[in-house]
Structure formats: C-alpha cells, structure tokens
C-alpha cells in the first residue's frame, strides 16, 4: 500500500476513534440515575489558586448505586469542593458530615428519562457526524492523490472501500454504545 495512503487510512481511523472516544465521555455524564464516579469528574476545584479536577484533590467512590461519595485528601477542603459542585450545575445537593461529602443520586422520572434518551442520542448523531466527516474527508484527499497521478484507479478504490469499512465498523460501535445507555437510562 502507499505510504500516503497508509498515513491517510492511520489518520482516519485515528478521528473516528477520538469521536468514539468523545461519545463515551459524553455519554458519562448523563444521569441515568445510578451513581457514577464520572458525573463529577469534570468539576473544578480552587486548589490553592489554581482550578484543579475533583479527581486530583479527592478520593471518590460510589458505596451504593445511588450514592457518591467524595473524601477530600485535605479536610480544609471540604467546603471548596462542596461549593464546586453546587456550582458546577449538575443538579446535585451534597452533604457533607465534616470529613466526607456524600451525593444522593435521585431516580429520575419518566418524562427526565425520555429527555435524556433524547440527549444519548443527539450525542450519538455527533459522533456519527465526525465519523462521516472523516470519511469524506479521507474520500477527498485519495480524489486529490487520484488527480495528482499519485495513486492509480485501481488503489484509489480500495482505499475508498477501507475507509466505507471503518465508517460502517464505528457507526455501529456508536449505535451499541447509544443502545447501551439508552438500556442503562431506562431501566428504573
């Protein structure tokens, strides 16, 4: 195979796999009602004038399915990432005891489940969107190697085939991701 068009089908792959990579982390922070260390992976924290990741100053944990539990390595702490999270606008009310701050997880109801089914897969179509992007771009750059005599007919078409192939291989990993959690958002 040429080596452009290796380099092509390396970089391809490459953004198909970073919009899978961006689903699932999207698709994280979708409450489905059971409590996950990476709803509040994203909060911020002041560490000492410095905004910080809630990962990187506590510990946390989920004891039970509706619980999220988050033990401060330093207890002066407390109060900053209690106010983090309050302002963070996820939704959630901690509680904290002095030495844990603790998230109790609310089932949602019907109607927050369909809206959220609905937030899966507008995720979902995004990430369909980059993988398709990829393709024509991918399409676009073996045209130009084809008019440039880089490449003969006959390589240009295998490629476009390679790229089909990888196209329809993450579209259906991202349609079995949004099945997944639409499964996980639904079930009480």
Known sequence: MNE?????????????EHALTHLDHELAHI?????????????????????????????ISTPDARTIAIQPWEKKMIHTIERAIINSNLGFNPENNGEIIR??????????????VKDAHKESETAKVSVRS?????????????????????????????????TDSYTKKIEAMLLAKEKEILTI
Not at 48 to 57: A, E, I, K, N, R
Request: proline share 6%; no cysteine.
């Open 31 to 59: 409450r489905a009602g059971k409590a996950s260390p990476r709803m509040i992976e994203g909060v911020l924290v002041d560490y000492y004038g410095s905004m910080t990741p809630l990962p990187q100053v506590a510990n």
């Open 4 to 16: 452009e068009i290796q380099m092509l089908m390396d970089d391809t792959t490459e953004r198909m």
């Open 103 to 116: 998230i109790n997880v609310p089932i949602p109801t019907e109607e927050r489940r369909r809206n959220l």
């Open 134 to 166: 990829a393709r024509k771009d991918g399409n676009d750059f073996l045209k130009k190697l084809l008019k440039g005599k880089e490449i003969s007919e006959d390589e240009e078409k295998i490629a476009v085939d390679e790229i089909q192939e990888l």
